[in-house]
């Protein structure tokens, strides 16, 4: 079954079909790295792990590009602050973004660009776009997009050209940072940024003279370099819809002649326990922030997938509650059947992956229902739905589509975890700190894991591993 997904750009729902027949690509905008990434940015990626893994289960090879923003304001403005290179202060929340994607169980894209190893690619795009008149330079040495050159602008976000006055908002009504460069009409957008004094030595040389890159042309550089002039589908969050994907469609368009993707994937903004999130009121949660409160990765996985991603999810600490009861019970449904197939943890583990069949099964439902736009929360419903019958009448087919539908999901049960799982004696507060103990060891968190075990042993425990789960005994 083909799995269909909401196109924003034609408004409709429409089945993903590579174009090439074979290997789907797709692009997605990645992180700027300047500080920890937040659980808003996360439930985004989140969202496009699952449908990458939703396609792979589906049969589908997936190559997928996500680019990390290594330079713009922010970044510069930091580092020069810290007095630290560009380089080694992105490094650094580059290395800690990758670290979050493996707790939250994201797979790594199949190529992970950064922008500033692909200037030479923005040049070059910029220059075309020079020479055929839909850009143009201005005295201070950065160039512009020329909006009226492009009678098909505002087709994506469906903003209306003569509306269209600035790009001083997003799509999701935030301000986008200040610009303050010359251009000739207020609403055409930097592709390269003349140098100013505060960029420090942050700077490239062009035809323009010194400068660096505007943040649109990077996706549009390299998702072509990667993919292709035309791919399959690029994502983003809603917020990224305009101006930054209907100035890369400008772009790219207008560079090559072509439309760079045929499926826009959006996702809908996060909401933290009912308020939009922001600085002010101290609810950008990061990962670390959530695991200093006691919750687990897989539980802020859980929780983050449980919304459809085209409505808003309201993130709360009851939904990160109630995820923590949904995975235990998934857990025990899934041993309780292991036990009836005379199968062990690490044999279900292996079942982990694409490549079952899903027609006929108990999980047929359930997966036409994640094929079906994605539809998460009714894929969940009828995974619990047929956990009795799984017990009662399944079959190793039925057991094979449970794997690749939770491998879909990125769900990963701590069935191998603890030994003494069931005995009653250890209190719930321990196991929830060893399973996240556990989780932390798998995802090489080994500093992490100290913390917990230091919290367990503060509780009257012992953690024991052994090679394949952990046991727990009262000291
Ligand atoms: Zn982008």
Redesign the pocket.
């Known amino acids: 079954m083909n799995v269909s997904v909401n196109n924003t750009l034609s408004g409709r729902k429409e089945e993903l079909v590579p174009e090439d027949g074979n290997t789907f690509r797709m692009?997605?905008?990645?992180p700027t790295v300047y500080g920890p990434a937040h659980i808003g940015n996360f439930r985004t990626f989140i969202v496009q792990d699952v449908l990458r893994r939703t396609l792979e289960a589906s049969g589908l090879k997936v190559k997928h590009v996500r680019?990390v923003?290594d330079v713009d304001d922010k970044t510069i403005r930091t580092s020069r602050e810290l007095g630290i290179s560009l380089g080694e202060f992105t490094k650094k929340w580059e290395d800690k973004f990758h670290k979050d994607c493996a707790s939250l169980n994201l797979l790594p894209p199949t190529v992970e660009p950064r922008a500033t190893e692909h200037i030479a690619e923005q040049i070059k795009m910029v220059s075309d776009l020079v020479a055929n008149g839909h850009a143009y330079p201005s005295p201070d040495g950065s160039v512009y997009f020329k909006i009226s050159s492009f009678p098909e602008y505002g087709r994506l976000s469906g903003f209306e050209r003569e509306n269209l006055a600035t790009q001083a908002f997003n799509s999701a009504g935030e301000a986008n940072s200040a610009d303050e460069y010359e251009r000739d009409n207020v609403a055409d957008f930097a592709l390269w940024k003349g140098r100013k004094p505060e960029d420090g030595d942050n700077f490239w040389e062009s035809p323009w003279g010194e400068g660096r890159p505007g943040?649109?042309i990077?996706?549009?550089a390299m998702?072509r370099k990667y993919l292709g002039d035309t791919f399959d589908l690029?994502g983003?969050g809603i917020d990224?819809c305009f101006p930054?994907?209907e100035n890369?469609i400008a772009q790219s368009m207008c560079a090559t002649g072509k439309e760079p993707a045929k499926y826009w994937f959006h996702s809908a903004h996060l909401m933290v326990e009912g308020k939009k999130m922001s600085k002010s009121l101290g609810n950008l949660y990061t990962l670390d922030q959530l695991l200093e409160k006691g919750y687990s990765p897989a539980q802020i996985r859980y929780a983050l997938i449980s919304g459809h991603y085209r409505q808003q999810l309201n993130f709360t600490f009851k939904g990160l509650d109630d995820a923590k009861s949904a995975l235990t019970k998934l857990s025990k449904g899934v041993v309780s059947a292991l036990e009836k197939f005379g199968m062990g943890n690490s044999d279900f583990e292996k079942l982990v992956k694409p490549g079952a069949k899903f027609e006929g099964t108990l999980f047929e439902p359930a997966w036409n229902a994640l094929c079906d736009d994605l539809n998460v929360p009714k894929a969940l419903g009828m995974i619990f739905s047929e956990l009795s019958p799984l017990r009662e009448k399944g079959t190793a087919g039925d057991i094979a589509a449970l794997g690749a539908l939770l491998y879909a999901l990125g769900i990963s049960l701590s069935l191998d975890g603890c030994d003494s799982c069931s005995s009653d004696d250890i209190p719930e507060e321990v196991m929830e700190l060893a399973r996240a103990r556990w989780q932390a060891k798998k995802d090489r968190n080994f500093a992490l894991a100290d913390d917990l075990r230091q919290k367990i042993l503060s509780l009257g425990y012992a953690v024991l591993d052994s090679k394949d789960g952990f046991s727990l005994e009262r000291r």
Do not use: A, I
């Open positions: 692009y997605c905008c990645g680019n923003t943040w649109h990077e996706c549009s998702s690029h983003g990224l930054h994907h890369e």
